[in-house]
């Protein structure tokens, strides 16, 4: 219908979907048979792209999404796999009406399985560099996550390591954030960690929160990480003041409604804080994070909102603006998107 005529043609802008979160069950089990990985075998759920699929209907919170999206990593060996999964994405969410993406990836889980950093960013580079060329009116930026899940000293390794690698000054990197399991993770434990971002001049930090932790992980991020952004953000919405320290400094919540639904934090769409947010003056964008998984990119996230909260052309106005004031690139690129 005309609607979702609109939302399709609405130029849009995407800042939080995990690259890893883009392998879908049939490129999961083809990358597994190519590089000689075994996959679980005391799990019926992979016998088959297709019993993979049917578990991923049934996820029952993120720690039991975050099993399975850790064992898909375990396909992924060469560059050449990073920039097939990397082009794929870029493809798809082009194809959506996305003209600018800022995609996050897990490198300490790849660094882990022997996969060394510069082999995940040279993969991803090299699809960047072909879209440059086959989809010219879309920016791509890369951001990755340390991972809450394991150890505070690990995480410092990682940010040494980017630290060295110049990646965050030469434009390859355009921030840095934190995800995986959040419930015990208080942002306090991080504190060190983007103290030493932000003395190394990291200009864009970033931090999953709110998701399934309270409002006080969000507001902790804020005064004690000094992040810009919290990705999800949707528990903010119990805090009246959070809400208005929010609005009032313009920091963007990365939305992910088909998310929250496929991962129990909420029962359905409709509890989500869409129209509270819009109402309060809360910038936040709409996004996919882990499409592969949760069975929608971000047009079918677009849609589902307008399903559930019956949006106007002024609203849908609201939100692409606040999202592309809200994307890490220049003024200039943001001019354009405009
Ligand atoms: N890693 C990938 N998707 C995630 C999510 N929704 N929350 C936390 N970590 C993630
Ligand atoms: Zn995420």
Redesign the pocket.
Known sequence: DKLHQFLHALPKCEHHV?I??TISPELLFRLASKNEISLPSDDPAFESPTTLLTRYQNFSS?DD??HY?FIGFSVLLGASDFEALTYDYISLAYAQKVYHAEI?F?PQAHISRGVPYHTVIAGMNAAKDRAAVDFPKLSVEFIP?LLRHLPVPSAHGLLTELLESGHFFDGTLVGFGM????LGKHPSLYKSVYEVAQSAGIANLTA?YG?EGPSDYVKDALSILGVGRI??GRRSVEDAELITQLAESNTMLTL?PI?NVV?KGVDNMHDLPIRKFLDADVRFSINS??PAYFGGYILENYCAVQEAFELTVDDWGKIARGAIAGSWCSSLRKEQLL
């Open positions: 995990h890893e979160g993120l999404f975050l999206y996050f897990d996550c995800s995986s399991t959040e999953h998701e990705d999800h992910c998310s991962l994070d882990d």
